[in-house]
Nanobody
Framework: QVQLVESGGGLVQAGGSLRLSCAASGRAFRLNVMSWYRQAPGNQRALVAT???????NYVDSVKGRFTISRDNAKNTVFLQMNSLKPEDTAVYYC???????????????WGQGTQVTVSS
């Protein structure tokens, strides 16, 4: 199976920046779509950004122009560069990956453990 390990969360002041990383590890798999979601207390988990295997990206309107999603296919890693952070960005951020696993010729979905991002006003 595949494991996703996240890093890069922390506490920053409004206007600051953070860079989240999510590395996928396992055997005999291909990464397809990778995404970042976030969940604030009392809210549902919501999609923030998505990147396809070919590099096409999509963002929720509230982060356009501030966040950038990218991937390093050689390292099976996806990143989220977050600039001009606002208090409303405070949430637990989760990495998501869709994979094709050669051993079973099947597609599987995986989630990272979550990393806390807190933005103070």
């Amino acid at each position: 199976q595949v494991q996703l390990v996240e890093s890069g969360g922390g506490l920053v002041q409004a206007g600051g920046s953070l860079r989240l990383s999510c590395a996928a590890s396992g055997r005999a798999f291909r990464l397809n779509v990778m995404s970042w979601y976030r969940q604030a207390p009392g809210n549902q988990r919501a999609l923030v950004a998505t990147i396809t295997s070919g590099g096409s990206t999509n963002y929720v309107d509230s982060v356009k122009g501030r966040f950038t999603i990218s991937r390093d296919n050689a390292k099976n890693t996806v990143f989220l560069q977050m600039n001009s952070l606002k208090p409303e960005d405070t949430a637990v951020y989760y990495c998501y990956a869709s994979t094709f696993e050669y051993s079973t010729s099947s597609t599987r979905n995986y989630w990272g453990q979550g990393t806390q991002v807190t933005v103070s006003s």
